[in-house]
């Protein structure tokens, strides 16, 4: 029997990364606002300090590499991508966001940006001024306590991100990149099973490090096994143990 007779059948869900919002208490942003009671309705902070829900348009630049650090950015809805330049001047995708999760936090030590960080679709954000900070009235020790949780969240996801896509062939990556793809918006309380493949081929290829024929041809084999189903950029996951066994695979 085929790998198809076995896989569920997940109905489309018309909620695609820039179409829903991640609840507050899902984001990585939330250890400070809590400290800043954005959560209540009269929280009494000054406004510039977080603006809220600020949209960015699809291809347009969040900040540049080697930009001064100004702040730290929390995916409402949507998705970015980041990418950087070595010494010859070629560019790779170093890293995806999707909601709840930050962006900027790697500057924090060498305050500049490591990176250029580009919306992948229309999408909107948090966006936490860190000079600013001071003038929010509420107790350093409890900004300090709570920024460190954050980051400590972060260095976690990023450990457990780069562990999930270290695989020794083409196939096993990609495998691996799509469950952990359904396993960040999972954790983040969104539509896991299917959703909408925001990046472009040629986006995930240079990520995984292969090329974009290599991703396209694999898409399409995962497709013919009953894995998946790709439908322009809309992805569901057919069969989530067999994708496991496949990443797992040796």
């Known amino acids: ?118 919306a992948l679709e229309p999408s909107q954000v948090c966006d936490l001024w860190l000079s600013r900070l001071e003038a929010s009235g509420r107790p350093l020790e409890s900004l300090q306590r709570a920024i460190i949780e954050m980051l400590g969240r972060e260095v976690a996801f990023h450990q457990q991100l780069i562990s999930s896509l270290i695989k020794q062939n083409s196939e096993q990556r990609l495998a691996a990149f799509l469950l952990s793809l359904s396993q960040r918006l999972r954790v983040r309380g969104l539509p896991a099973e299917s959703f909408r493949l925001s990046m472009s081929r040629s986006d995930i290829a240079s990520y995984l490090g292969l090329a974009r024929e290599t991703v396209s041809r694999l898409l399409t084999r995962l497709q013919g096994d009953g894995l998946i189903r790709l439908r322009g950029k809309r992805l569901v996951l057919l069969d989530l143990r067999g994708l496991e066994r496949l990443a797992a695979s040796i």
Not at 15 to 40: I, M, N, T
Not at 69 to 97: N, P, T
């Open 1 to 118: 029997m085929s790998r198809t007779a076995h896989s569920r059948q997940i109905p489309e869900i018309p909620l695609a990364f820039g179409e829903g919002e991640v609840e507050c208490s899902a984001c990585g942003l939330d250890p400070v606002c809590q400290v800043l009671d954005y959560g209540a309705d009269a929280g009494g902070v000054v406004a510039e300090i977080l603006k809220r829900r600020r949209a960015i348009p699809n291809g347009v630049r969040l900040f540049d590499n080697d930009q001064p650090l100004q702040s730290i950015f929390a995916v409402k809805s949507g998705s970015f991508k980041a990418v950087s330049q070595d010494a010859q001047g070629r560019q790779r995708v170093v890293g995806f966001y999707l909601p709840g999760e930050l962006i900027g936090t790697d500057a924090m030590a060498g305050r500049r940006y490591t990176t250029s960080v580009l």
